[in-house]
């Protein structure tokens, strides 16, 4: 089974710059998330998905950052304008259903950023 | 506010011996515990979880135990081999939503 995809894996800008990053989840996976880890830092959810919907966006800075999921499966996550306190690796993951037990949640290998 | 918190940043053990990494949470609501390891330059790899109706849980090397009443749970491995080195996150969730994470915890296992 495949796992979770994502690109570009590195990618430096300069500050005010735009830059987007793509997911593909799990196949079948319903729901997905963005995660940011700042280095030292554990990840922090920025926005999840179930389906094409938004559950949660609170801690997603709108000024700046935005996501979609058409269709439901595929996601984007952008960042315009960035700042230098953007740097960071920015995780995508994926889980199916919940089950009796809870839900554990798959991550991507991570999109690395770095504004200059 | 830290909800999931790791207070060793590292933990350095003799291959062979036992590990013990520790997590706390505060928040009731969480009943579903996660641990994560983290390879440099990889995505973080989910080990082990456990639900909140259990105290313990074992997969091969790894065991994680749950004390509700003192909001803590702990990760054991048993031996611990040089490719454990890693970054272990612990992680907690309230009914399968917004899975927090801590800080993270850097293991050394020396040769």
């Known amino acids: 089974e495949a796992g979770v995809a994502q690109s570009p894996r590195y990618k430096i800008i300069e500050k005010r710059q735009s830059v987007a990053f793509w997911c593909n989840p799990i196949?079948?996976?319903?729901?997905l998330y963005w995660y940011q880890q700042i280095l030292g830092q554990g990840p922090k959810l920025l926005i999840q998905?179930?389906?094409?919907?938004?559950?949660?966006d609170s801690q997603l800075p709108k000024d700046r950052f935005s996501a979609e999921r058409l269709k439901g499966v595929d996601s984007t996550l952008k960042i315009q304008p960035a700042k230098l306190e953007d740097s960071a690796v920015y995780l995508c993951?994926?889980?199916?259903?919940?089950?009796?037990?809870?839900?554990?949640?798959?991550f991507g290998e991570g999109s690395w950023l770095t504004v200059v | 506010d830290q909800q999931v918190k790791q207070n060793s940043p590292s933990l350095s053990v003799q291959e062979g011996r036992i590990s013990i990494l520790n997590c706390d949470y505060t928040n009731s609501m969480f009943d579903y515990f996660l641990w994560y390891k983290k390879y440099p330059a990889e995505g973080p790899t989910f080990l082990i979880s456990?639900?909140?109706?259990?105290d313990k849980n074992e997969d091969g090397r790894f065991t994680v135990f749950l004390n509700k009443s003192a909001k803590h749970l702990s990760l054991h491995i048993v031996p611990s081999q040089p490719g454990d080195s890693a970054v272990y996150f612990c992680a907690a969730s309230p009914g399968g939503f917004k899975t927090i994470f801590g800080a993270g915890t850097r293991l050394f296992v020396k040769a």
């Open positions: 998905f179930q389906n094409n919907g938004v559950v949660d």
């Open positions: 196949s079948g996976h319903a729901t």
């Open positions: 456990i639900s909140s109706i259990k």
């Open positions: 993951a994926s889980s199916g259903q919940s089950t009796s037990s809870g839900n554990t949640i798959y």
